[in-house]
């Protein structure tokens, strides 16, 4: 522990570090206020004792400087030392940012033991804090882990619900495109009925890989739906962007060569359908629309969701292993 002493008498100076030394801490003197506000720079003491009149600054501007120069989160407890006792004295140092106060002269007995509860305060304040941090760090992993799929590691259908929701409020605001992508597994319960679960849970794993490496921008979204239905966000993106998106993803999977012998195709394969509207008032929910278990609203973002999924259904009665866009809210077209 190190204290700084801030005493513009010499004698008193020697005679506070000379207790404090005795008690196994360091003591850092200063004879003059700006002299304290350097040294608790250079320092970074754990305690002051300082004394309001000194021969440059008192002492209640130098409390105020050392709040001023302290961390967001940080706090050094200052002592006032002083021979004032009226009230409206420690109503000011209280006000300047002081802690306490010891009047003079200062007896070493109810020095020592002011020092050794501000130790007792500083230990407590230090495990709050390394117990808040331990909080944060885990109330930040249960947020993150909340947000993914269990099998694949990429993002769930809340996560997905949540960031379209915010993607579609920031394309309205800014008048900008904004696309939804639908994919499902083509004949995918041929394959679990002929390789087994398990082997379809590694299945949608390495699918979920594949579609990962395809989107490159960060502000894309690559999320499990549900089952073997995986979708994308893709702010900023039009029609035309988000089929090249489609076509890159239809292609990562092919070249997985997993093989299934349920599919018409021999292989495993996956059917893409595509939406993109520019979000307006009109077709925007209410602000905080969502319902109680995050899901979208009727209107808005899942209107772009519907189509997209209206692309997807267009592109399996086509006969899957391809890709269907939808030209507005409404009507699917190759």
């Known amino acids: 522990m190190k204290i700084l002493v801030i005493e513009d008498t010499n004698s008193s100076l020697k005679i506070l570090c000379h207790h404090i030394e005795k008690m196994g801490i360091k003591a850092i003197p200063a004879s003059a206020g700006v002299v304290g506000v350097d040294l608790f720079v250079t320092e970074t003491p754990d305690l002051i004792l300082l004394d309001i009149v000194l021969p440059d600054i008192d002492g ?70 390394v117990l808040t941090r331990k909080l944060d760090t885990a109330n930040h992993e249960l947020k993150r882990l909340a947000s993914l799929d269990g099998l694949t590691g990429i993002a769930n259908r809340r996560h997905f619900d949540e960031v379209l ?73 039009s029609l035309g962007g988000a089929l090249f998106v489609a076509e890159r993803m239809k292609q990562a999977i092919a070249q997985l060569g997993l093989a299934n012998t349920g599919s018409a195709f021999g292989h495993v394969t996956a059917s893409f359908g595509i939406a993109s509207a520019v979000p307006t008032p009109a077709q925007n929910p209410p602000e905080g629309g969502q319902g109680e278990a995050g899901a979208l609203p009727e209107s808005g973002p899942l209107s772009l969701v519907k189509a997209a999924d209206r692309a997807l259904y267009e592109a399996k009665d086509q006969g899957r292993n391809r890709v269907c866009r939808t030209s507005s809210l409404d009507t699917t077209v190759n």
Request: proline share 3%; charged share 30%; hydrophobic share 40%.
């Open 60 to 129: 209640f501007e130098v409390a105020r400087r050392i709040r001023q120069l302290e961390r967001p989160g940080d706090w050094t407890p200052i002592i006032f030392l002083t021979a004032l006792n009226k009230d409206e004295d420690l109503e000011k140092g209280i006000a300047a940012g002081g802690d306490d106060y010891l009047h003079k002269p200062v007896s070493d007995v109810v020095l020592g033991a002011k020092i050794r509860a501000m130790q007792r305060i500083i230990q407590m304040r230090q495990s709050m804090l």
């Open 165 to 237: 929701d915010r993607e579609w409020r920031r394309a309205m605001r800014q008048g900008t495109e904004l696309s939804v992508l639908m994919c499902d597994v083509d004949f995918f319960k041929q394959y679990n009925d002929t390789y087994g679960h398990l082997e379809g849970d590694e299945c949608l794993r390495q699918i979920s890989k594949a579609l990962t490496t395809v989107l490159d921008r960060g502000g894309d979204l690559i999320a499990r739906y549900g089952g073997e239905e995986f979708a994308a966000v893709l702010p900023e993106t």
